[in-house]
Protein backbone atom coordinates (compact mmCIF):
# COMPACT_ATOMS: atom_id res chain seq x y z
CA UNK A 1 0.00 0.00 0.00
CA UNK A 2 2.76 2.28 0.86
CA UNK A 3 4.61 1.15 -2.46
CA UNK A 4 1.46 2.13 -4.22
CA UNK A 5 0.61 5.54 -2.64
CA UNK A 6 4.74 6.21 -3.51
CA UNK A 7 4.08 5.79 -7.36
CA UNK A 8 0.79 7.87 -7.23
CA UNK A 9 2.92 10.67 -5.86
CA UNK A 10 5.51 9.93 -8.24
CA UNK A 11 3.58 9.75 -10.93
CA UNK A 12 1.59 13.20 -10.09
CA UNK A 13 5.01 14.92 -10.22
CA UNK A 14 5.89 14.11 -13.35
CA UNK A 15 2.85 14.71 -14.81
CA UNK A 16 2.94 18.31 -13.17
CA UNK A 17 6.54 18.41 -14.71
CA UNK A 18 5.69 17.56 -18.19
CA UNK A 19 3.14 20.05 -18.12
CA UNK A 20 4.98 23.14 -16.71
CA UNK A 21 7.65 21.99 -19.41
CA UNK A 22 5.36 22.04 -22.36
CA UNK A 23 3.94 25.31 -21.03
CA UNK A 24 7.67 27.35 -21.27
CA UNK A 25 8.00 25.47 -24.83
CA UNK A 26 4.40 27.06 -26.07
CA UNK A 27 4.91 30.65 -23.65
CA UNK A 28 6.14 33.83 -26.09
CA UNK A 29 9.31 35.44 -25.89
CA UNK A 30 9.53 36.72 -22.06
CA UNK A 31 9.69 40.16 -21.58
CA UNK A 32 12.32 42.11 -19.30
CA UNK A 33 9.84 41.07 -16.07
CA UNK A 34 10.34 37.18 -17.01
CA UNK A 35 7.09 36.87 -17.83
CA UNK A 36 5.19 36.59 -21.20
CA UNK A 37 4.80 40.09 -22.83
CA UNK A 38 1.25 41.46 -22.64
CA UNK A 39 -0.86 43.19 -24.82
CA UNK A 40 0.13 46.70 -23.60
CA UNK A 41 4.26 45.85 -23.72
CA UNK A 42 3.16 44.17 -27.45
CA UNK A 43 1.51 47.55 -28.52
CA UNK A 44 4.17 49.71 -27.55
CA UNK A 45 6.29 47.74 -29.44
CA UNK A 46 4.61 47.86 -32.94
CA UNK A 47 4.45 51.99 -31.80
CA UNK A 48 8.45 52.03 -31.18
CA UNK A 49 8.80 50.15 -34.61
CA UNK A 50 6.54 52.42 -36.31
CA UNK A 51 7.99 55.75 -35.28
CA UNK A 52 11.52 54.41 -36.02
CA UNK A 53 10.34 53.80 -39.61
CA UNK A 54 8.77 57.09 -39.94
CA UNK A 55 11.89 58.97 -38.50
CA UNK A 56 14.06 57.00 -40.56
CA UNK A 57 11.25 58.81 -43.88
CA UNK A 58 11.67 61.77 -42.47
CA UNK A 59 15.89 62.10 -42.94
CA UNK A 60 15.70 61.23 -46.26
CA UNK A 61 17.73 63.97 -48.93
CA UNK A 62 16.12 65.10 -51.58
CA UNK A 63 17.78 67.42 -54.39
CA UNK A 64 16.29 70.07 -55.65
CA UNK A 65 17.14 72.51 -58.54
CA UNK A 66 16.57 76.56 -57.46
CA UNK A 67 16.39 78.93 -60.18
CA UNK A 68 15.36 82.13 -61.37
CA UNK A 69 14.54 85.75 -59.08
CA UNK A 70 17.35 84.45 -55.93
CA UNK A 71 20.82 85.22 -54.51
CA UNK A 72 22.45 82.01 -54.49
CA UNK A 73 21.24 79.97 -58.07
CA UNK A 74 21.79 76.06 -57.45
CA UNK A 75 20.99 72.66 -56.93
CA UNK A 76 20.68 72.05 -53.36
CA UNK A 77 20.11 68.98 -50.83
CA UNK A 78 16.93 69.67 -48.06
CA UNK A 79 15.31 66.68 -46.17
CA UNK A 80 12.00 64.91 -47.27
CA UNK A 81 8.90 66.88 -45.91
CA UNK A 82 10.72 70.26 -46.61
CA UNK A 83 8.84 72.99 -48.45
CA UNK A 84 9.48 75.53 -51.48
CA UNK A 85 9.66 78.47 -48.45
CA UNK A 86 12.69 76.33 -46.85
CA UNK A 87 14.27 76.18 -50.39
CA UNK A 88 14.15 79.90 -50.44
CA UNK A 89 15.81 80.43 -47.38
CA UNK A 90 18.82 78.54 -48.52
CA UNK A 91 18.67 80.32 -52.32
CA UNK A 92 17.75 83.41 -50.82
CA UNK A 93 14.71 85.64 -52.30
CA UNK A 94 16.14 88.49 -54.83
CA UNK A 95 15.11 92.15 -54.33
CA UNK A 96 12.91 91.94 -56.86
CA UNK A 97 11.78 88.67 -57.19
CA UNK A 98 7.97 87.70 -56.76
CA UNK A 99 7.98 85.06 -53.96
CA UNK A 100 4.08 85.60 -53.62
CA UNK A 101 3.52 83.63 -57.00
CA UNK A 102 4.70 81.01 -55.96
CA UNK A 103 3.08 78.20 -53.11
CA UNK A 104 5.57 78.79 -50.60
CA UNK A 105 4.07 75.91 -48.48
CA UNK A 106 3.94 73.13 -51.08
CA UNK A 107 6.52 70.07 -50.65
CA UNK A 108 9.30 69.48 -52.74
CA UNK A 109 10.07 66.42 -54.20
CA UNK A 110 13.25 65.21 -55.72
CA UNK A 111 14.55 66.29 -58.66
CA UNK A 112 12.28 69.22 -58.39
CA UNK A 113 13.07 72.60 -60.30
CA UNK A 114 12.02 75.71 -58.56
CA UNK A 115 11.78 79.16 -60.66
CA UNK A 116 11.21 81.86 -59.08
CA UNK A 117 9.61 84.88 -60.79
CA UNK A 118 10.54 88.26 -60.94
CA UNK A 119 7.83 91.26 -59.90
CA UNK A 120 8.94 93.31 -63.21
CA UNK A 121 9.77 91.59 -66.53
CA UNK A 122 12.05 94.65 -67.29
CA UNK A 123 14.45 92.68 -64.36
CA UNK A 124 14.44 89.69 -66.23
CA UNK A 125 14.54 90.88 -69.30
CA UNK A 126 15.79 94.23 -70.50
CA UNK A 127 12.91 96.74 -71.14
CA UNK A 128 10.72 94.31 -72.53
CA UNK A 129 7.67 94.15 -70.34
CA UNK A 130 4.95 91.17 -70.04
CA UNK A 131 2.23 92.45 -72.00
CA UNK A 132 3.88 95.29 -73.14
CA UNK A 133 2.19 93.67 -76.73
CA UNK A 134 -1.09 92.57 -75.50
CA UNK A 135 0.40 89.37 -75.20
CA UNK A 136 0.90 87.61 -71.95
CA UNK A 137 4.55 86.03 -71.63
CA UNK A 138 3.87 82.37 -69.75
CA UNK A 139 7.08 82.47 -68.28
CA UNK A 140 6.70 85.75 -66.78
CA UNK A 141 3.57 86.74 -66.39
CA UNK A 142 2.07 86.99 -62.59
CA UNK A 143 -1.32 85.62 -61.12
CA UNK A 144 -3.10 88.63 -61.97
CA UNK A 145 -1.61 88.90 -65.05
CA UNK A 146 -1.98 85.47 -66.34
CA UNK A 147 -5.80 85.95 -65.05
CA UNK A 148 -6.25 88.54 -68.27
CA UNK A 149 -6.28 85.66 -70.29
CA UNK A 150 -9.81 84.11 -71.37
CA UNK A 151 -10.89 81.22 -69.48
CA UNK A 152 -8.26 81.57 -66.84
CA UNK A 153 -9.45 82.33 -64.00
CA UNK A 154 -7.84 82.25 -60.61
CA UNK A 155 -7.69 78.54 -59.82
CA UNK A 156 -6.34 77.87 -63.86
CA UNK A 157 -4.08 81.00 -63.19
CA UNK A 158 -2.30 79.36 -60.12
CA UNK A 159 -1.75 76.24 -61.73
CA UNK A 160 0.27 77.49 -64.10
CA UNK A 161 2.11 79.24 -61.87
CA UNK A 162 2.56 76.11 -59.71
CA UNK A 163 3.38 74.62 -63.44
CA UNK A 164 6.51 76.58 -63.49
CA UNK A 165 7.66 76.16 -60.25
CA UNK A 166 7.18 72.33 -61.13
CA UNK A 167 8.50 72.17 -64.42
CA UNK A 168 10.75 75.39 -65.21
CA UNK A 169 9.65 77.36 -67.92
CA UNK A 170 7.55 76.60 -70.80
CA UNK A 171 9.52 75.52 -73.90
CA UNK A 172 6.01 76.42 -76.37
CA UNK A 173 2.90 78.38 -75.92
CA UNK A 174 1.44 74.62 -76.73
CA UNK A 175 3.03 73.38 -73.55
CA UNK A 176 0.17 75.24 -71.52
CA UNK A 177 -1.89 72.53 -72.30
CA UNK A 178 -0.29 70.28 -69.84
CA UNK A 179 -1.51 72.15 -67.32
CA UNK A 180 -4.20 70.59 -64.94
CA UNK A 181 -7.54 71.96 -66.16
CA UNK A 182 -6.31 73.72 -69.04
CA UNK A 183 -7.62 71.86 -72.90
CA UNK A 184 -7.33 72.10 -76.64
CA UNK A 185 -10.62 74.55 -75.89
CA UNK A 186 -8.95 77.00 -73.64
CA UNK A 187 -6.04 76.93 -75.37
CA UNK A 188 -7.66 77.84 -78.51
CA UNK A 189 -8.98 80.90 -76.71
CA UNK A 190 -5.54 82.07 -75.40
CA UNK A 191 -2.97 81.03 -78.35
CA UNK A 192 -3.00 84.29 -80.29
CA UNK A 193 -2.59 86.37 -77.08
CA UNK A 194 0.44 84.18 -75.12
CA UNK A 195 3.93 83.80 -75.62
CA UNK A 196 6.73 82.89 -74.07
Excluded: C, W
Excluded at 71 to 100: F, H, S
Excluded at 169 to 177: A, K, L, M, V
Amino acid sequence: MQNKKQILIFAGSAVLLLVFMGMRQIMPVAGESGFAYTAEEQKLQVEEIIELEMSEQDTAEIVVHVAGAVQKPGVYTLQQGNRIEDALKIAGAAEDADIDALNRAALLTDGQKIVVPYKDASASSGNETIVDDGMVNLNQASLQQLMTLPGIGEVKAQAILDYRVQHGTFSSIEEIQQVNGIGAAIYSQIKNKIKI
